[in-house]
């Protein structure tokens, strides 16, 4: 049995993991409702299928995203900044 468990939500788009009562989550999922645009395409190259998916979604939209995903993964120190209690950090008790 599985639950989404959400990382973020908004209006158009939702970051979350399924959580598994007999394991750790390996994979995340971004949804996104009526992204600005979209393609998918598929094509061979020498005998292997390629398959891309883009999204265009509002830069602000990613900021959000992208600053949810480094609290849920405590990935602080990985993007250059002190770590400890600072803004943005999970552990920070003024959030």
Same mark, same amino acid.
């Given at each position: 049995?599985?639950?989404?468990?959400?990382? =973020?939500?908004?209006?158009?788009?939702?970051?979350? $993991?399924?959580?598994?009562? %007999?394991?750790?989550?390996?994979?995340?999922?971004?949804?996104?409702?009526?992204?600005?645009? $979209?393609? $998918? %395409? &598929?094509?061979? /190259? &020498?005998?292997?299928?390629?398959?891309?998916?883009?999204?265009?979604?509002? %830069?602000?939209?990613?900021?959000?995203?992208? /600053?949810?995903? =480094? &609290?849920?993964?405590?990935?602080?120190?990985?993007?250059?900044?002190?770590?400890?209690?600072?803004?943005?950090?999970?552990?920070?008790?003024?959030?």
């Amino acid at each position: 049995m599985s639950t989404k468990a959400s990382i =973020i939500s908004g209006d158009w788009y939702h970051l979350y $993991f399924q959580e598994l009562l %007999s394991a750790e989550p390996k994979n995340v999922y971004l949804e996104l409702n009526q992204p600005l645009e $979209f393609s $998918f %395409s &598929k094509e061979t /190259i &020498k005998g292997q299928t390629v398959e891309n998916l883009v999204v265009e979604i509002p %830069s602000g939209m990613m900021d959000e995203i992208a /600053i949810a995903w =480094i &609290k849920k993964r405590k990935l602080q120190g990985a993007v250059g900044g002190p770590v400890g209690h600072e803004w943005g950090n999970p552990d920070c008790p003024w959030d």
